[in-house]
């Protein structure tokens, strides 16, 4: 089966020992694909630098809601910087957490307004994530209304995207009439261990709800082990884990979702 990751960090500390060994495992796992996001300064820098030495993987910069508080508009505009660079080919990972609120809310929702600003601006797309608290949906919520005042569901966003989605929905987690919404506005979603986890039963309705050309598949190591990988440390190849209950729910093969992964990756991505 032909495998993407579309959110993989491993450009994290804990792959620095052995990522030649992890990416090996990938590739003989189906996997052609990788998007490396970064967090915060730091991590964008290194995602590049990985993406300078393995050039089958893609980068994306931006800042995390988590890390919203600590980055000044020194370090943003560094990344502002480096979002030109030919091997970016998305903004983020930036979006919204009311679940663990490692920064205030206000300075997530100024983080994201100019993470949103940056996707519009290189006409690369967000890559959101969006946590509430188990039960809850402020966060989900508010994000919709965020992408509606920047325009992504409107002329500014189809003026810069065209037919391609603006933003894909990083690790999907919310109730089916959001996972409606954001694929009513042309959003990409991209589905990941966290499917597994109890509250999370509506994945599954909304993963048969996305078009194939803005489905997608990751792992976010090296968190959200799906079953079966180990839960210290998630690495690209089990995105495997999650590709085959994707299959299952959407009554497709392994080989016809396969083929529709790498397509949907390089349509949402702009590399076709
Ligand atoms: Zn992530």
């Known amino acids: 089966m032909r495998l993407v990751d579309s959110h993989g960090h491993v450009q994290a500390d804990r792959f620095a020992g052995d990522v030649e060994l992890v990416l090996g495992g990938a590739r003989l796992a189906g996997v052609e694909r990788i998007l490396v996001p970064g967090w915060d300064p730091e991590s964008c820098a290194e995602a590049l630098a990985i993406v300078g030495r393995y050039p089958w993987l893609d980068a994306a910069v931006g800042v995390h809601p988590h890390d919203a508080a600590l980055v000044d508009d020194m370090a943003w505009a560094g990344i502002v910087a480096l979002a030109g660079d030919p091997r970016v080919r998305a903004i ?34 967000a890559i959101l994530h969006c946590r509430s608290k188990p039960g809850e949906r402020d966060a989900q919520d508010a994000l919709v209304e965020e992408l509606r005042l920047a325009g992504f569901d409107g002329p500014p966003g189809r003026a810069v995207f065209g037919d391609r989605p603006p933003a894909i929905i990083h690790s999907y987690s919310g109730p089916l009439d959001y ?94």
């Not at 957490?97 to 519009?120: E, K, Y």
């Open 92 to 125: 983020g990972e930036t979006g919204l957490d009311t679940d663990r609120g490692f920064s205030p809310f206000p300075d997530q929702l100024t983080n994201l307004r100019r993470n949103l600003a940056l996707a519009l601006a290189t006409g690369k797309p």
């Open 179 to 272: 996972g409606r919404t954001v694929i009513d506005m042309g959003l990409a979603v991209s589905f990941s261990g966290l499917v597994f986890r109890p509250g999370e039963e509506d994945s599954a309705a909304v993963a048969r709800l996305a078009p194939s050309e803005r489905l997608l598949v990751e792992t976010d190591a090296p968190f959200l082990s799906p079953p079966g990988a180990p839960r210290k440390r998630n690495e690209p190849e089990w995105v495997r884990v999650t590709a085959a209950w994707l299959a299952e729910q959407r009554g497709e093969s392994p080989e016809v979702l396969g083929d529709g992964l790498v397509a949907a990756y390089d349509f949402v991505l702009g590399r076709a």
